[in-house]
């Protein structure tokens, strides 16, 4: 079992900047895929960006390409989604995702077998 924890989320204005990180407990997350994801008021919880196992390839959304950058320190237990260029359409709680020892790339929320609880990220204009 793991335990996954959401941190770096807030209240940023529009072209800012925010880190999240997705810290992990319980066992090493070494050999898992790993994604972010986020949910709007209303909206269903979409893909933002996954990361393979060893951090060697990446996946984003269309959306987010270029702004965002996920990365991971297996080193630390910890997954994190770099977020600049921020706009209000960003707004939205995001989660971090684990599926264990998978060298694919996810990116429906059915893939994934661990969530964490989410931290809220809100851009005003």
């Known amino acids: 079992q793991v335990q996954l924890v959401e941190s770096g989320g807030g209240l940023v204005q529009a072209g800012g900047s925010l880190r999240l990180s997705c810290a992990a407990s319980?066992?090493?997350?070494?050999?898992?895929?790993m994604g972010w994801f986020r949910q709007a008021p209303g909206k269903e919880r979409e893909f933002v960006a996954a990361?393979?196992?060893?951090?060697?390839?990446?996946h984003y959304t269309d959306y987010v390409k270029g702004r965002f950058t996920i990365s991971r320190d297996n080193a630390k237990n910890t997954v994190y989604l770099q977020m600049n260029s921020l706009k209000p359409e960003d707004t939205a709680v995001y989660y971090c995702?684990?599926?264990?020892?998978?060298?694919?790339?996810?990116?429906?929320?059915?893939?994934?077998?661990?969530w964490g609880q989410g931290t809220q990220v809100t851009v005003s204009s």
């Open positions: 995702a684990a599926r264990p020892f998978n060298q694919a790339m996810g990116t429906t929320p059915a893939w994934y077998n661990y």
């Open positions: 319980g066992r090493a997350i070494s050999n898992d895929a």
């Open positions: 990361i393979a196992w060893n951090g060697m390839r990446t």
